[in-house]
């Protein structure tokens, strides 16, 4: 959590509201594979999280990427590209057609993320009260 929170903070868009982080309290619940996603982190030597990434389902044959975080001390380096590829991976395993990733609009590491990956922006709107651009990426 203390990842996930600090990465926001850093961005200017925490949001103080236990509600929208319930999905991380428990991880296995909201992301197991019995509910057709996966949770990905990377860690160092030392056992420190560096970076985390989650697959949920959004619908038949749609997954959601949520939850793409990397420390801000260890962004471009390509642990985010590693995540994201690893949560694509699980995406086709579960045969999913496609994927949704959403990003806050002033999160532009995510948004060129989301661009170099094969992500197309399908439409701008709010989520959680902020201004959000959603994309998506075929898998067939």
Do not use: F, N, S
């Given at each position: 959590m203390q990842l996930h929170q600090a990465v926001l903070r850093?961005?200017?868009i925490f949001i103080d509201d236990?509600?929208?982080?319930?999905?991380l309290e428990n991880i296995q619940q909201s992301?197991?594979?019995?509910?057709?996603g996966t949770f990905v982190v990377a860690i160092d030597a030392a056992g420190c999280l560096l970076a985390m990434g989650g697959l949920q389902y959004s619908a038949p044959d749609i997954g959601e990427?949520?939850?793409?975080?990397v420390?801000?001390?260890?962004?471009?380096?390509?642990?985010?590209?590693?995540?994201?590829?690893?949560?694509t991976?699980?995406?086709?395993?579960f045969a999913y057609q496609r994927l949704l990733f959403a990003a806050a609009d002033?999160?532009?590491?995510a948004q060129k993320l989301c661009i170099k990956n094969g992500f197309i922006?399908?439409?701008?709107?709010?989520?959680?009260?902020?201004?959000?651009i959603f994309y998506e990426k075929s898998l067939i």
């Open positions: 850093d961005a200017g236990p509600v929208l982080d319930k999905d992301y197991g594979q019995a509910q057709g990427i949520r939850r793409m975080r420390a801000a001390q260890h962004q471009h380096r390509g642990i985010g590209q590693r995540i994201l590829e690893a949560l991976v699980q995406a086709r395993q002033v999160q532009w590491q922006p399908v439409r701008r709107g709010q989520r959680c009260g902020l201004k959000t």
